[in-house]
């Protein structure tokens, strides 16, 4: 996909701090979050926030864990819907992949006076691993199956099965 890996990132910061209040809450979870950066204006990217526990995730806490994920999120300054969820094949480990568009409404604009941006979200999860792709639309064309190709191809270098 032509990006570096950038653990610096604004995005990657924010994320390993969401990651962190998550873990202090739970001690058995472990996170890490990065990102991707490609093109001149690091208009293609991909985010990964992944946490993995210690022990086995029950089957009604990932479905509880999948319905989270998709509930619209308002915080101070920004506000994140989700559109039409769709199942994807996750791939030789197994799990559950579910992909859809993600809407992001900024208080602030950016330098080209924007304030609402599209992304691919994809999430897989499986017996102790939940991983959140955000896809830049640069890199999935707005296309949910381009965005589970992705999220298999992420998910295939840096998971193995237990």
Aim: charged share 20%.
């Amino acid at each position: 996909m032509n990006m570096a890996r950038n653990d610096g990132s604004t995005m990657a910061k924010l994320m390993r701090q969401q990651g962190q209040a998550l873990a202090a809450k739970y001690p058995d979870v472990h996170t890490t979050a990065t990102a991707y950066l490609g093109g001149r204006f690091g208009q293609n990217y991909v985010t990964v926030m992944a946490f993995d526990k210690d022990s086995a995730i029950p089957d009604q806490a990932r479905s509880q864990i999948l319905a989270n994920t998709w509930r619209p999120v308002s915080v101070p300054g920004m506000s994140v819907v989700h559109g039409q969820v769709s199942d994807a094949d996750p791939g030789p480990l197994g799990g559950t992949l579910q992909c859809a568009e993600s809407y992001t409404r900024t208080a602030t604009t950016d330098a080209f006076g924007n304030s609402v941006y599209s992304a691919t979200q994809c999430v897989w999860i499986d017996a102790n691993t939940l991983v959140v792709l955000d896809i830049s639309d640069a890199v999935s064309g707005q296309d949910i199956t381009k965005g589970a190709e992705v999220a298999r191809e992420f998910r295939a270098a840096a998971e193995s099965s237990r």
